[in-house]
């Protein structure tokens, strides 16, 4: 299940059932204020890895949940992020 891109790796590492084999959710606090106003958040190849994160996420059956910016986390307002939704996410 390792990758050869770092980031890609550690998101793998951190999934795996040898690592935290209970893992039912996470949630993830993200910056996107800056996709909002018009600013690319990630580039393609960074999305393609979130995205495959993800999938792997819903294949364990690992719920993720994101707070897109500080007000929403500070809120403790969460909602479910998927595979499907990360482009919406990431990009204005």
């Not at 996470?26 to 909002?36: E, M, N, R, S, Y």
Request: proline content about 5%.
């Amino acid at each position: 299940m390792i990758d050869d891109n770092p980031l890609s790796d550690n998101f793998l590492r951190l999934i795996s059932p040898d690592m935290f084999p209970y893992l039912k959710s996470l949630k993830d606090f993200l910056p996107v204020q800056d996709a909002k106003r018009g600013r690319e958040f990630l580039p393609d190849k960074a999305r393609g890895i979130w995205k495959r994160w993800l999938d792997l996420c819903y294949l364990l059956g690992i719920r993720t949940y994101v707070s897109e910016g500080l007000t929403e986390w500070v809120e403790d307002k969460w909602r479910e992020m998927d595979a499907a939704g990360v482009y919406d996410l990431f990009v204005s």
